[in-house]
Antibody, heavy 118, light 107 residues
Framework: EVQLVQSGAEVKKPGESLNISCKASGDTFTNYAMAWVRQMPGRGLEWMGIIYPGDSDARYSPSFEGQVTISADKSITTAYLQWSSLKASDTAMYYC???????????WGQGTLLTVSS | DIQMTQSPSSLSASVGDRVTITCQASQDINFHLNWYQQKPGKAPKLLINVASNLETRVPSRFSGSGSGTDFTFVIRSLQPEDIATYYCQQYDDLPYTFGQGTKLEIK
């Protein structure tokens, strides 16, 4: 089973940039895709996108295309979610999760809470 | 995107009750549906994959069924530890979308 450890909570101002991480261990990093899921306060789960770490092919939900960048560094088995200019509406919990062959999110990180406020 | 509509959005039931949640897809997704449980303050947990396959170590009181556009998730005898929000998720086509969730409370 894969273990995912995400970077810690962040408090940022609108317009700032940010990179949060998801470190994987316990299985070959290129055996699965990595997904990112957003959960805004008091709301449901939203699929943001996935990356295949083997070739860094990233696929985005249309709602998030152009708003974030998903990347991965297989040499350190870490996936990233990046913003170039944060908005208050980016305030949410962000989860990484492994996407396995059944299309299910099998292992989850603990979540990274992002607060964007002036 | 494929839209997933769950109902009800919330429900209150008593310990021992049978609980049923439905999930409807906006188009045929075959058996490509998973169910998750999210307890307050925790990451979601996969319960059922491919519409009806129970994950390892998930209690047998949980079950799933359905295909095409209509799916059902059942808790056979509700236990206090089942208090959570439950989500369906399709994986027939990217982006793999979630239902809006069903918040389950104890009466």
């Amino acid at each position: 089973e894969v273990q995912l450890v995400q970077s810690g909570a962040e408090v940022k101002k609108p317009g700032e940039s940010l990179n949060i991480s998801c470190k994987a261990s316990g299985d070959t990093f290129t055996n699965y895709a990595m997904a990112w899921v957003r959960q805004m306060p008091g709301r449901g789960l939203e699929w943001m996108g996935i990356i295949y770490p083997g070739d860094s092919d990233a696929r985005y939900s249309p709602s998030f295309e152009g708003q974030v960048t998903i990347s991965a560094d297989k040499s350190i088995t870490t996936a990233y979610l990046q913003w170039s200019s944060l908005k208050a509406s980016d305030t949410a919990m962000y989860y990484c999760a492994t996407l396995v062959i059944t299309g299910s999110l099998d292992s989850w990180g603990q979540g990274t809470l992002l607060t964007v406020s002036s | 995107d494929i839209q997933m509509t769950q109902s009800p959005s919330s429900l209150s039931a008593s310990v021992g009750d049978r609980v049923t949640i439905t999930c409807q897809a906006s188009q045929d997704i075959n058996f490509h549906l998973n169910w998750y449980q999210q307890k307050p303050g925790k990451a979601p947990k996969l319960l059922i994959n491919v519409a009806s396959n129970l994950e390892t170590r998930v209690p047998s009181r949980f079950s799933g069924s359905g295909s095409g556009t209509d799916f059902t998730f059942v808790i056979r005898s509700l236990q206090p530890e089942d208090i959570a929000t439950y989500y369906c998720q399709q994986y027939d086509d990217l982006p793999y979308t979630f239902g809006q969730g069903t918040k389950l409370e104890i009466k």
